[in-house]
């Protein structure tokens, strides 16, 4: 009797149902560039990710055009507060810790509540000199903010002082990006060109198993969160379908007003979509039907 791997067993069943281990690095390569620019080390990255500083550097040069589905997978739900998480000892981009404290205070958290809550010296951290905090420190608001950003705190004072500084609330920001240097508050991102434009295809796919939810932009995310619960699903399963914390898909739902759906509700279809608006379909290279989010009716999608 011939005995083989583990891993070898599997790869015949892969092969058999159709399935490759191997995909394109352009995505990954894409989102390892995007945590780069966001100031993280190689091989903080490589450790977060399960790769080699090597493995990371190849993927990074374009030298590996290809990547195992299960790093894809990996890289494509890592985020800053995961690496962070992770990391030992050392210093990490105070911007996390800012935003988490000026969203406390937006939420009635003064200083001195804080402080007495865990985080020590706020003031000096808000306006202290360079980007950088150690991961210790890091953590503390982290923990802090946790505990109280659903909450609202007993300092009116400190709200409107807040609001005048134009600090945004907990609720405008995702537990995933609220540490990347380059996201915006959701109150922002309206603002910006394309806040209009909405990939259904996308969003679709992502309600079909796809794991490519952190691929998808605010807006998408959010109508992928609200099919979802009208599916049924629980927080727990929404948030392992996006890439993101149970924490993060609540402040999606109270955000938005994304009930959870009742035992024996009528599931929808495609109703979902009418909270799009009148919206225009963002060009994919995708060659499966969409929908018009103004129309209902399906269309090819542009090349």
Same mark, same amino acid.
């Given at each position: 009797?011939? +005995? ?6 599997? +790869? ?9 281990? +191997? ?9 390892? *560039? ?47 507060? /995961? ?32 402080? *007495? ?62 540490? /990347? ?30 794991? #490519? ?26 948030? /392992? ?5 149970? #924490? ?14 009742? *035992? ?20 994919? #290279?995708? *060659? ?16």
């Amino acid at each position: 009797m011939v +005995y083989r791997k583990a891993w070898e067993v599997q +790869y015949q069943r892969d092969r058999a149902r159709g399935q490759t281990r +191997y995909v394109d690095a352009k995505p990954t390569r894409s989102r390892l *560039a995007e945590l780069t620019a966001a100031h993280v080390p190689v091989r903080a990255l490589g450790r977060a990710c399960g790769l080699s500083d090597t493995g990371v550097k190849a993927i990074l040069a374009g030298t590996s055009t290809q990547v195992q589905q299960e790093t894809a997978t990996r890289v494509a739900r890592i985020c800053l507060r /995961d690496i962070y998480s992770d990391q030992a000892t050392g210093h990490v981009p105070k911007i996390g810790a800012v935003r988490r404290v000026h969203a406390l205070m937006a939420m009635g958290w003064s200083h001195h509540q804080l402080e *007495a809550a865990g985080v020590p010296n706020t003031a000096r951290l808000l306006s202290g000199p360079g980007h950088l905090v150690t991961v210790e420190r890091w953590r503390e608001v982290c923990e802090v903010y946790d505990r109280l950003s659903m909450t609202p705190g007993p300092s009116p004072e400190t709200r409107g002082w807040a609001r005048t500084r134009g600090y945004a609330p907990p609720l405008a920001w995702d537990d995933d990006s609220i540490d /990347d240097p380059t996201a915006l508050p959701h109150g922002e991102l309206s603002k910006g060109r394309g806040a209009d434009v909405i990939d259904m295809v996308a969003v679709r796919r992502t309600l079909d198993g796809d794991p #490519r939810g952190p691929g998808l932009t605010a807006r998408e995310k959010t109508l992928a969160v609200g099919a979802l619960a009208a599916r049924g699903a629980s927080d727990p399963q929404i948030a /392992d379908r996006l890439g993101v914390s149970d #924490r993060t898909v609540l402040r999606w739902r109270q955000r938005e007003g994304i009930p959870t759906r009742h *035992a024996g509700a009528p599931v929808p279809d495609l109703q979902w979509q009418a909270a799009v608006g009148a919206t225009r379909l963002r060009s994919t #290279r995708d *060659a499966s039907p969409s929908f018009s989010s103004a129309t209902g009716a399906s269309r090819p999608l542009a090349r």
